[in-house]
T-cell receptor, first 113, second 114 residues
Framework: DAKTTQPPSMDCAEGRAANLPCNHS???????VYWYRQIHSQGPQYIIH???NNETNEMASLIITEDRKSSTLILPHATLRDTAVYYC??????????????FGTGTRLTIIP | DAGVTQSPTHLIKTRGQHVTLRCSPI?????VSWYQQVLGQGPQFIFQ???????GRGNFPDRFSARQFPNYSSELNVNALLLGDSALYLC?????????????FGPGTRLTVT
């Protein structure tokens, strides 16, 4: 699985959009980009994933560059409850039964009141 | 629907003892994975089981073992506990959506080895 690079920490004002970058310059054509977050001492929570098209769900939007070497997770209106560690993970899909996720150290996002 | 459940929530053990952690996946999920998360680090993959068979194993010693039962619940066993085994142990279950899958984590079991 391709390695990812994320800033160790970020701050964002409450109510503003939080934009979390992730670099994955060695991503392969069959690898997806996944985002999880982990609120203090809880299990990681799935947010969103995508292959090459931009994706949006009720939690966030995922913007993947055309060359797929980087992506941005967008939380449109950040709240204090979005304070968490956010993990960007790249992995091969189409391989059900081998679902290992390789977590890095993530980005610690702090929402400022 | 109930999410992934794990028991116990907290556990304190002494060096040299063994421990069994339990996980119940989301109803309908047949795949269970185990992760270890030490303080300040991201979760590290230990095992994955699908349909009661081991499908993946991380870089952990043989003191760590697991199994999956016919109802898809799972146990993680750790023998001869070391201080370094103190961590949050996470269980995740997954289901296939088309040609991809989604994985959901439980709240974890906090193990402290003294």
């Amino acid at each position: 699985d391709a390695k990812t690079t994320q800033p160790p920490s970020m701050d964002c004002a409450e109510g503003r959009a939080a934009n979390l970058p992730c670099n994955h310059s060695t991503i392969s054509g069959n690898e997806y980009v996944y985002w999880y977050r982990q609120i203090h001492s809880q299990g990681p929570q799935y947010i969103i994933h995508g292959l090459k098209n931009n994706e949006t769900n009720e939690m966030a939007s995922l913007i993947i560059t055309e060359d797929r070497k980087s992506s941005t997770l967008i939380l449109p209106h950040a709240t204090l409850r979005d304070t968490a560690v956010y993990y960007c993970i790249v992995r091969v899909a189409f391989n059900f039964g081998n679902e290992k996720l390789t977590f890095g150290t993530g980005t610690r996002l702090t929402i400022i009141p | 629907d109930a999410g992934v459940t794990q028991s116990p929530t907290h556990l304190i053990k002494t060096r040299g003892q063994h421990v069994t952690l339990r996980c119940s996946p989301i109803s309908g999920h047949k795949s269970v994975s185990w992760y270890q998360q030490v303080l300040g680090q991201g979760p590290q993959f230990i095992f994955q089981y699908y349909e009661k068979e081991e499908r993946g194993r991380g870089n952990f010693p043989d003191r760590f073992s697991a199994r999956q039962f016919p109802n898809y619940s799972s146990e993680l066993n750790v023998n001869a506990l070391l201080l370094g085994d103190s961590a949050l142990y996470l269980c995740a279950s997954s289901f296939r959506r088309g040609q991809d899958y989604e994985q959901y984590f439980g709240p974890g079991t906090r193990l402290t080895v003294t």
